[in-house]
Structures are given as C-alpha cells and as structure tokens.
C-alpha cells in the first residue's frame, strides 16, 4: 500500500489528524491495532474542561483547554452536553486555595461565578452539606466515541483509509527516511507494508514502543486511572472538588449515568491495565466528602485507562506533571519523514492534530490551511447510535413490530444493529460484538452484556455475519471484557447479576471467563 502519510494509533488524536489532513487534500492511512478509541480515548471521564482544574499549576494547559473547549460546543455540540460545571469545597479543604480560585481563573479567561452555599444545594440537592464554597465555571461532558467516529467518518469520506487490527511491527529505514512501515493483521497473522511520505506516530501510551521500533526514544510516564459508572445519573452538572488535581475528585454526568474517578497511579508496564477493588473502595469512600449518596449508589462498572505523561518523574502520585502535550519532529533522532505527537487531552485533541498537520504539510509542501478551527464537524449516521436513549426514539418513531429488541437495558432494536453492521463492512472490517459495542449502547446498561450479548450473538449468525465458532470467541471476548469491569464491584446487587452471568455462561454454556 502507499499513501502520503500514514498514522498509527486511532484514538481521537489520530482521528483528528486524519480529518485535519483529509480537509487539505492529504491522501492517509489511518492504522489502528485494536479498534478505535482502544485506549485512554476510551477511558476518560467524557470531561470536556473548562480549563479551571489547572488554573493554580498548568496556566498553559488551562489556556488551551479553554479556548478548545469553547471551539468544540461551537463546531461538535451534536456530540457534547454543555451542563456546566462546579467546583466545590468541603470542611477541611484549604482555603486559601478556595479564595485565589475564582481570580486564578480569571487571570486565565475562565468564566467563573461565586454561588452561595443554598443556591448551590438547590442547584444540586446530593452536595454535602458540609461545603464551604462553590463556583459555577463552562465544564460540558463529551462522547469521546461519538467524537472519534465523527472526525473518522469525515476523513473516510475525502478519501482516508481506516485500517482496523493492523499493529505496527517495525520499519524499514534508509539514512535519514523510513522507506515502509511494517504491519500485522491481529485477525489473520497476515504481514502487509505501508510505503508513506511521511509517518505519524499518534499511538497515545504506546507511542513510546512505536518511536523505539524507528530508534526513536520518548520519555513516557504512564498513569493509570481508574473510573466507575453509577447506576443512574447522579446530578446534571459536572461535579469538581475545589482543591489542588488529586484523586476521586470529579463527577461527570454522561447521558444516563455518571462516571467517578479517577485515580493517578503511576505504573511500569501497558501489559495489565485494569481497576481493582482497592481502587474502587477508596474513590468511593473519598468522593462521598463531596457526594455522601456515593456511598449508597449503585456502580454497574469500573475501567481504567493510561495517561501518556511526558516526563522522567516516577513513585505513586504523578499529579504534579503537565497534562500538556508535545509534538516532536526527530529531527534529531535523524528521522525526517517521522513524527510523534503524545501527552495531551481529549480536550485538547483539536488543537493536537493541527499542530500534528501543520508539520506534516510544511513538509509534504502543501500549503492549505487548517480548517477544523472553522468547519462544523459533520454529524456521521453511523456514528450517531452511542448516544444514550436515541435508539428508544428511533424505534418508538418506527414501531415496527419486527424491529426486537436486542438489549432491552439500553433498548438497542436489530435495526441499529444492522446500521452498524453495514458500516463496518463499508470499511472492509468484519462485525463482532466488541466493535458493535464500541458503535452503539450494547453492553453498557445494567446488565453489563448478560443478554445482550447472547442475543446480538444469535442474531449475527442469523445474518450470516458470523460463521462456525467465530461468535463463541465474539461472546467469549466481550462477556469478559464486561466482566472486568464488574469484578471489582461485587456488592449487593451487581454481585446477585455476576452469579447469574456465571450461572449462563460457565454453567449453561461451559466458557470459562
């Protein structure tokens, strides 16, 4: 294959750069090795920071995330809630740091407004009413995924190449050019190359393997965080504990939930990323000064993901490094048609890729402009269904009494499904469970895949998308990744639906999981 550039690593960073150059004309290859979203993309918060939790310690990244923020609710709002934001203090938390707050974030051009203490009760009734202080600032909550298949649907559109389960494994390197790249089908064992004018490595946490793979070394520090997900949705505003970054300290509502979190646990390896119920106990037990019903709520999952920090700085508590992000030309790893672009927010993933284009284009010769600081984000129709509670209008607006219901928690019916489905072999990818899980609600209600799982499975066969034992490894794989996230809540009731899930599963169909 050739192409004049390719990039690694299809979380929103490199989906932004696939749309940025596609909207100047670059012809690109865009390769992921799992799917999209497969790492921190995928498990964040959904915060879309009004820049205010860096205000005391990070002005630049405050900055950016301001101003990109504020670009994002203007040209994506179809994937963003702007429920606004507060930042909250408790009895006991230091009060100087409250009092410089409001003028830290006017200092930086954050709107930032003094609530009393009733107003904010009345406001949201679970606070603690025990808080000192609150301040109203813009915080919204995004759909990353949402977000991500938009910008790659655009960029699929002008002529971009999605490549899906295609690992990078080295390449092949001439003076001072990497002449191909070499890649693996994670499906078939199948090797292929990649010949580009110029590389990208957009690969997030894993960015540091990929630039070793060229000779290339990259300071990575790695930060795991842990979130869970209640039950229902706990308030209507983005939740932040007015103190110095630290841990259990944000409540972002998403839909019909809300998501806790997160922790900063600096961690050695990439080879195990997952919550424990270590971690689980404290954010609970932590959040619930700010949020005493916390302590009472139900969780239906735990996740984690890696933060790539940029730095050398090491031991459990890595707050103090930048959330900020670099770009990196290895100019002087002797690379010229190579690039990396690391550290960074999914807030900040905008301005990431244009910073990433810029370059690129300066090098390629190409001198049309960036135009994803003015161009709307384009609604993409497949990407529409992980948006909670659309598929139940859809099908309510249909009634089509043939259209069953596949996940009666999310209520996802066939027929979404079947939109899902036909997108992904419009990309030349087979469907499985994990991929229609990533595209739509299947999986992420209260059950946590129990039967929906099952169902979608079923009905793949009856499509004839799935053959032979292909769907027992499909359910396999997604009941366990599910499963994962349920371990490390087993009380009350999610412990009585994981005896049940054991009981189908390892009793009734003998999968170990």
Not at 6 to 16: S, W
């Amino acid at each position: 294959m050739e192409t004049q550039v390719l990039i690694i690593g299809g979380g929103i960073t490199g989906a932004g750069i696939a749309r940025d150059l596609a909207l100047r004309g670059v012809q690109c290859i865009l390769a992921e090795k799992h799917d999209i979203n497969a790492g921190a993309s995928g498990a964040n918060h959904g915060l879309l920071h009004s820049g205010a939790r860096y205000v005391a310690g990070d002005l630049i990244n405050a900055e950016e995330c301001r101003e990109e923020g504020n670009i994002l609710k203007k040209l994506a709002s179809h994937c963003i809630e702007d429920t606004g934001g507060l930042f909250v203090a408790v009895e006991g938390d230091d009060e100087k740091y409250v009092a410089d707050f409001p003028g830290l974030c006017s200092k930086c051009g954050i709107p930032v407004q003094t609530l009393d203490i009733k107003e904010t009760l009345e406001m949201e009734p679970v606070l603690s009413e025990k808080i000192i202080a609150a301040y109203q600032v813009p915080d919204a909550a995004v759909d990353p995924f949402k977000l991500s298949l938009d910008n790659i649907y655009q960029a699929i559109d002008l002529g971009c190449t999605l490549l899906r389960h295609s690992k990078v494994t080295g390449f092949t390197i001439d003076g001072n050019r990497i002449l191909a790249t070499r890649l693996q089908n994670m499906l078939t064992g199948e090797e292929f190359k990649i010949e580009a004018m110029q590389v990208v490595n957009a690969a997030g946490a894993w960015a540091k393997e990929v630039a070793a793979l060229a000779g290339c070394a990259i300071n990575l520090l790695y930060s795991k965080g842990c979130l869970l997900v209640t039950h229902n949705r706990i308030t209507e505003k983005v939740i932040n504990r007015l103190r110095p970054s630290s841990n259990a300290d944000i409540l972002v509502p998403g839909g019909t939930v809300s998501i806790l979190g997160t922790t900063s646990i600096t961690i050695d390896t990439l080879d195990k990323i997952f919550p424990t119920v270590q971690e689980t106990d404290f954010i609970v037990g932590e959040a619930a000064a700010m949020i005493p019903q916390l302590e009472r709520t139900r969780y239906i999952r735990a996740y984690a993901g890696v933060r790539p920090l940029l730095g050398t700085q090491s031991g459990a508590d890595d707050r103090s490094v930048s959330r900020g992000f670099a770009l990196l030309d290895h100019i002087e790893d002797g690379l010229e048609n190579f690039a990396s672009i690391t550290g960074g927010k999914l807030t900040t993933y905008r301005l990431m890729a244009e910073k990433t284009a810029n370059l690129i284009c300066n090098r390629l010769g190409v001198s049309r402009p960036c135009m994803t600081r003015t161009d709307p984000l384009p609604l993409a129709g497949a990407a529409r269904w992980t948006k909670p509670g659309l598929a139940p209008k859809v099908w309510m607006k249909q009634h089509d009494p043939e259209d069953i219901m596949l996940c009666e928690c999310e209520m996802v019916p066939k027929s979404v499904v079947d939109s899902i489905v036909k997108s992904i072999h419009e990309q030349n990818g087979k469907p499985d469970l994990k991929a229609i899980g990533l595209r739509s609600r299947i999986g992420k209600g209260a059950c946590q895949g129990t039967f929906c799982g099952l169902r979608t499975c079923a009905y793949l066969y009856d499509t004839d998308d799935l053959h032979a034992d292909e769907g027992l490894t499909s359910l396999k794989e997604f009941v366990t990744e599910r499963w994962r996230g349920v371990r490390p809540l087993l009380w009350d009731t999610p412990l009585i639906q994981a005896e049940l899930q054991e009981a189908l599963y390892c009793g009734l169909m003998g999968l170990e999981l």
